[in-house]
């Protein structure tokens, strides 16, 4: 796992390698191991590289890394999880390796297959890659979105990186307010991709190449796999073999493939299904499983103490097992460091920060997390409160307009007494759009001009478009469970669990890995779900060692740890707006 920054003046102008280098070193906790940079003859490109070594832990696999041959040069952050078959096939073709690394997989296969190469890629990747003979960088990014990349373009240079942070450190860069970024912090609680704050920097959309050239400059993100695509094609496949085999095996291969590393890989685990599952078939696969939990030490032998579920599931599967026991002084303590290393606002990532913390002291520098199974298994309450919504609720004829009329009348009555979303329960019901927005929004759209200026609000919401842009997500696709997964995976999971995963691990210099969240694995669960209706609980039956019958029987439950509370305690800024929306608030706060 790394940081990767580049520069291309496709037009105009050379690099400034001062800007390009501090770009990269405001990263180096993504990749603590080492640096890299290069830059062209003619100094219209530059690529910086930050590295955390995972895989070839030897000087061969520094970056940027080039195709010697040809030219062609890469920075790369992720890990491609099928680089052994791949590396094969090219030996096959004749091509000679001189390292162990899948970064140079890339190389070699951009060479044979061009821009495609990215459709035989399984893994979680960005990268940017610049071939001199066509004078144009490549850029790419992996289909469920795991890794950020973010891109700045002025019109004549193309600048590129893991974070926003970095492309801020530009002087060039646009960092005006986007009302589209803040319009969405406050509606999701995070800020919806492709947008952040800054009207100058975007998100490379998930499952997206981009190609620059100095003949014609940058061209549109072009698609290459989507989750609602593979979905789409997952209800047209037949019931193929029997479920509960073919989804043990699909589980295995996914775990399997997530545990190539050169050093070693961890697990968090926690007392829920997910990890407790991927903790059962890791064993089943790799000799000595470590594993990692984070106690609190205001909860220890409580009904909210995880750990002795935690440690029972390490005991029956034999891993290396260690509790990592915090108190809440830990957490006021890394309240600032907490805050430097959210590159983007969020109400959510504490928990990741602190679990991946207490993974780092454990000496791990790769973990896996069970992210990824309530989207693929429906363990959300979405999942059943969404189509019931609307197939009641929305069935009325005309509720949309009716519904309008009447939250305008009835919300400053209902927020005094509940949930102001109920104010508009008939209006958003209609369809799966309106459904969802009620299920995740943090704030309502008639709320927004309470917390924004209501110009920027009418502003930011054109150019969201989000109504349109989920039902865009989940169009064409009629299976009621696989609509939620599209809507999950695209919206929640992507641009908030998953890019807080990210920079809350790399904060710490680890890198997190998510079986359950990959594309090659949604293709072959999806139509088991889709035709036999498989829950999480056939999840957690699929180890040949079972899990413990009550953790089975145990319902889901939410994070309890009230992170937010304590990593604020004893800051008189916050008294006066407690609660998860204060909370945004106060993160919103720090960020403009």
């Known amino acids: 796992m790394c940081g990767i920054a580049a520069t291309f003046c496709y037009g105009e102008g050379r690099i400034g390698r001062g800007e390009l280098v501090q770009a990269r070193e405001c990263m180096r906790a993504r990749g603590p191991d080492a640096s890299g940079y290069w830059e062209s003859d003619d100094r219209r490109v530059g690529l910086a590289h930050r590295r955390l070594s995972i895989i070839d832990l030897s000087e061969q696999g520094a970056q940027p890394m080039a195709d010697e041959s040809r030219g062609v040069q890469v920075v790369y952050n992720g890990e491609i999880y099928n680089h052994q078959r791949l590396r094969e096939e090219l030996e096959g073709k004749g091509y000679q390796f001189q390292s162990d690394t899948d970064t140079e997989v890339l190389l070699y296969l951009y060479a044979e297959h061009g821009r495609t190469f990215v459709e035989r890629l399984r893994g979680m990747y960005a990268f940017a890659l610049y071939d001199p ?11 469920y979105g795991i890794k950020p990349l973010y891109y700045a373009d002025d019109g004549h240079t193309m600048r590129v990186a893991s974070q926003v942070q970095a492309l801020r450190k ?3 860069v646009n960092t005006s307010m986007d009302p589209a970024g803040h319009v969405g912090f406050f509606l999701w609680g995070h800020v919806p991709e492709p947008h952040t704050l800054y009207q100058g920097i975007r998100a490379l959309p998930a499952g997206h190449t981009c190609w620059v050239d100095q003949q014609n400059g ?3 993100p072009r698609s290459f796999a989507s989750v609602p695509g593979a979905l789409q094609q997952a209800e047209a496949q037949p019931n193929g073999r029997p479920p509960r085999p073919a989804l043990r095996e699909a589980l295995l291969d996914s775990v399997r493939h997530h545990l190539i590393a050169d050093v070693d890989v961890g697990l968090f685990l926690s007392a829920g299904l997910d990890s407790a599952t ?5 064993s089943e696969v790799h000799d000595q499983v470590k594993t990692v939990t984070l106690g609190f030490e205001e909860f220890r032998g409580t009904h909210d103490d995880e750990v002795p579920g935690a440690e029972r599931i390490a005991e029956r599967y034999g891993t290396d097992h260690e509790t990592v026991w915090v108190r809440q002084d830990d957490f006021a303590a890394a309240h600032n460091d907490f ?4 590159d983007q606002p969020t109400i959510d990532g504490a928990n990741s920060y ?4 207490a993974a780092r002291e454990a000496g791990l520098k790769v973990a896996l997390s069970g992210v990824g199974g309530d989207e693929l298994f429906g363990g959300y309450p979405s999942f059943s409160q969404i189509p019931r919504l609307v197939s009641t609720v929305g069935s009325v004829p005309g509720a949309a307009t009716v519904g309008t009329g009447l939250r305008v009348v009835s919300e400053p009555v209902i927020k005094r007494m509940t949930s102001p979303k109920y104010a508009g329960l008939l209006e958003y019901s209609d369809d799966y759009a309106g459904g969802y927005l009620l299920r995740r929004g943090l704030y309502m759209p008639w709320e927004l001009p309470d917390v924004l200026d209501p110009d920027l609000v009418e502003e930011g919401w054109a150019a969201l478009q989000p109504l349109a842009r989920l039902r865009q997500t989940a169009d064409g696709i009629s299976n009621e469970h696989l609509r939620v997964t599209a ?3 695209c919206w929640y999971m992507r641009s908030q669990l998953l890019r807080d995963t990210d920079w809350a691990s790399m904060a710490h210099s680890l890198e997190v890995r998510t079986p359950l969240v990959d594309h ?3 293709s072959q669960v999806a139509p088991l779900v889709a035709h036999h209706g498989l829950t999480k609980q056939d999840m957690a039956r699929t180890p040949a060692e079972p899990l413990p019958e009550d953790l089975l029987d145990r319902p889901k439950s939410g994070f309890t740890v009230p992170v937010r509370e304590w990593l604020l305690q004893d800051r008189p800024e916050y008294e006066d707006a407690r609660g998860l929306r204060g909370w945004a608030q106060y993160v919103y706060n720090r960020h403009t």
Not at 133 to 143: E, T
Not at 339 to 342: K, L
Not at 354 to 357: G, L, T
Request: charge should be neutral; proline fraction near 6%.
């Open 520 to 522: 090659h694995l949604l």
């Open 487 to 489: 809507l999950e995976s």
């Open 354 to 357: 602190f679990v991946s913390r």
């Open 133 to 143: 003979v066509k004078r144009g960088l490549l850029m790419a990014r992996d289909p």
């Open 339 to 342: 805050f430097a290393a959210m």
């Open 278 to 282: 991927l903790t059962a078939l890791a």
């Open 170 to 172: 530009y002087d060039a």
């Open 218 to 220: 940058p061209e549109a």
